[in-house]
């Protein structure tokens, strides 16, 4: 099945800067890729996602960058604010309905 | 607003008990999950359902089994619990395969946090 790894674990980053988190996959027949962002006590939620037959996707602050040779993909939050604060998974399925997701990246972001 | 609604929302139990978590959403949604999540591990996909007939096992199925009494309730048992089943789990309901204006989206219910000593 798919294995999914991501990096960091955690990532403090002072408010206004970028932050960025890795994720790799291992079944080249994943064409589907969430991101889901998990608010302290809060149930997960999508805030983007991208699918195979494109490399970059934009919304607002946040984008996420897809590189299929070599199987890994990476979230982008500029600007970054204290409601950044959050932990974040990110996910991948060869078919959108079974997905494997990463073991979470905690972002703090400092005032 | 159409949710996603679990019950308990906590609970403690102890070794050897039955347990039942339950699930009921508004969405309208024809596939339902149920999730487990453990620090440092991530959402791991334990049942799925796409319909009132249909149940698929995920990736740690051993030592739970569900139930989907109608398309909008789906409950996960815990035969007999043990502690290392003490984790947060998550019902999530999602669309048809995306397309059409529909996405692969799962939209999540609050969790039920389950504590077994």
């Known amino acids: 099945g798919e294995n999914v790894e991501q990096h960091p674990s955690t990532l403090s980053v002072q408010e206004g800067d970028s932050a960025v988190i890795k994720c790799t996959y291992s079944?080249?027949?994943?064409?589907?890729f969430p991101w889901y962002k998990q608010e302290l006590g809060k149930r997960p939620q999508l805030i983007i996602d991208i699918r195979s037959n494109v490399g970059e996707k934009k919304d607002q602050r946040i984008a996420v960058t897809l590189n299929k040779t070599a199987k890994h993909f990476s979230l982008h939050i500029t600007e970054t604010q204290p409601e950044d604060s959050a932990v974040y998974f990110c996910?991948?399925?060869?078919?959108?309905?079974?997905?494997?997701f990463g073991a979470g990246t905690t972002v703090t972001v400092r005032a | 607003d159409a949710d996603v609604t679990q019950t308990p929302r906590n609970r403690i139990t102890k070794t050897g008990k039955r347990i039942m978590l339950e699930c009921s959403q508004t969405k309208g949604h024809d596939r339902m999950y149920w999730y487990r999540q453990d620090p440092g591990l991530g959402l791991r996909l334990i049942y799925y359902s796409f319909d009132v007939k249909d149940i698929n096992k995920g990736e740690i199925s051993d030592g739970y089994s569900v139930s989907r009494q109608a398309q909008a309730k789906f409950s996960l048992s815990l035969e007999s619990a043990i502690p290392n089943q003490t984790a947060l789990y998550f019902c999530?309901?999602?669309?048809?395969?995306?397309?059409?204006?529909?996405?692969?989206?799962?939209?999540f219910g609050e969790g039920s946090r389950l504590t077994v000593l």
């Open positions: 996910a991948a399925s060869p078919n959108d309905y079974k997905l494997s």
């Open positions: 999530a309901t999602s669309d048809q395969l995306p397309g059409q204006g529909r996405t692969g989206e799962l939209f």
């Open positions: 079944d080249s027949a994943s064409n589907y």
